[in-house]
């Protein structure tokens, strides 16, 4: 079984951050393991408080994960501080993972700045050269490029710009845009586009960590990139069409829709 790591916040509500990756994972059929580096007081309404975790616990968590049990692949959701975003780069630096997804979380849906705007620059300096790919959608494209993104065109000359700070490839998540949901891959010389039609639902919950670590699962099993991507895209896409009206507010999506229409629990 292939054992995937995600290095991220902790939402209490079970829909985004750690709890969503290690749905995510177990749906994928992959081994979840996690490294906390934030715990969210937050639910469908909103986020409400975060407690960031020391450094050295942070660095200790790794580092138990590392000695005993081999990773065949590392997401990185939520960062929040200068020296979390140090710490981290500096573990992975040493145990070297090959296949590192890089989801720059910043900016809640409800409007929470998850990233202290003094990590930002520390993030695309440390965090970015170690990935294998970089997951934002346009609100952290346009934090990152300094650009406005309103059309396929601009996502394309801002997957180039992200392109540039080091990552080997970007998916820049179009799911922002008024027309139909498309993403784009770029890999430093060619674009890939991987389109759904819009889904008519407010319950969107945890989407971007649970794409990037469905993501991770399936580079972690061997799929080549595009068909990484592909299959990631298919993943979230039903896992929307069936999200959950959970809470007063935005929902989460369902992940294990199709392991539980296999079984029979639903229809």
Same mark, same amino acid.
Not at 222 to 247: P, W
């Given at each position: !079984? %292939?054992?995937?790591?995600? +290095?991220?916040?902790?939402?209490?509500?079970?829909?985004?951050?750690?709890?969503?990756?290690l749905k995510t994972f177990s749906a994928h059929g992959v081994y979840g393991m996690s490294v906390i580096t934030a715990v969210t007081a937050q639910n469908t309404q909103g986020v409400f408080a975060v407690q960031d975790i020391s450094r050295d616990v942070i660095a200790k968590q790794i580092e138990a994960i590392f000695e005993d049990i081999e990773v065949d692949g590392v997401k990185i959701g939520m960062v929040s501080q200068v020296q979390t975003i140090e710490v981290i780069s500096e573990q992975l630096r040493r145990y070297k993972p090959q296949t +590192?997804?890089?989801?720059?979380?910043?900016? @809640?849906?409800?409007?929470?700045?998850?990233?202290?705007?003094? /990590?930002?620059?520390? *993030? +695309?300096?440390?965090?970015?050269?170690? &990935?294998?790919?970089?997951?934002?959608? $346009?609100?952290?494209?346009?934090? !990152?490029? =300094?650009?406005?993104?309103?059309?396929?065109?601009?996502?394309?000359?801002?997957?180039? /710009?992200?392109?540039?700070?080091? &990552? %080997?490839?970007?998916?820049?998540?179009?799911?922002?845009?008024?027309?139909?949901?498309?993403?784009?891959?770029?890999?430093?010389?060619?674009? @890939?586009?991987? @389109?759904?039609?819009? +889904? /008519?639902?407010?319950?969107?919950?945890?989407?971007?960590?649970?794409?990037?670590? #469905? *993501?991770? /699962?399936?580079?972690? *099993?061997?799929?080549?990139?595009?068909? #990484?991507?592909?299959?990631?895209?298919?993943?979230?896409?039903?896992?929307?069409?069936?999200?959950?009206? $959970?809470?007063?507010?935005?929902?989460?999506?369902?992940?294990?829709?199709?392991?539980? =229409?296999?079984?029979?629990?639903?229809?």
């Amino acid at each position: !079984m %292939k054992k995937v790591l995600t +290095i991220a916040g902790s939402d209490c509500s079970g829909g985004a951050g750690i709890q969503a990756d290690l749905k995510t994972f177990s749906a994928h059929g992959v081994y979840g393991m996690s490294v906390i580096t934030a715990v969210t007081a937050q639910n469908t309404q909103g986020v409400f408080a975060v407690q960031d975790i020391s450094r050295d616990v942070i660095a200790k968590q790794i580092e138990a994960i590392f000695e005993d049990i081999e990773v065949d692949g590392v997401k990185i959701g939520m960062v929040s501080q200068v020296q979390t975003i140090e710490v981290i780069s500096e573990q992975l630096r040493r145990y070297k993972p090959q296949t +590192i997804v890089v989801d720059p979380v910043m900016v @809640s849906k409800s409007g929470y700045h998850l990233l202290n705007p003094e /990590a930002e620059s520390t *993030l +695309i300096k440390e965090l970015l050269p170690l &990935a294998m790919i970089v997951t934002p959608n $346009i609100p952290e494209a346009e934090v !990152m490029t =300094k650009m406005s993104i309103n059309t396929l065109k601009q996502m394309e000359e801002a997957s180039k /710009a992200i392109y540039q700070m080091g &990552a %080997k490839n970007v998916l820049l998540k179009g799911g922002h845009l008024e027309d139909d949901s498309t993403d784009i891959l770029y890999d430093g010389r060619e674009f @890939s586009y991987f @389109s759904t039609s819009r +889904i /008519a639902t407010k319950n969107t919950h945890g989407t971007g960590c649970t794409l990037s670590s #469905a *993501l991770t /699962a399936n580079l972690a *099993l061997g799929y080549h990139l595009n068909e #990484a991507v592909s299959r990631a895209k298919e993943y979230i896409t039903t896992a929307i069409q069936h999200s959950l009206a $959970i809470g007063k507010g935005v929902g989460p999506t369902h992940h294990f829709y199709e392991l539980y =229409k296999k079984a029979g629990l639903i229809e």
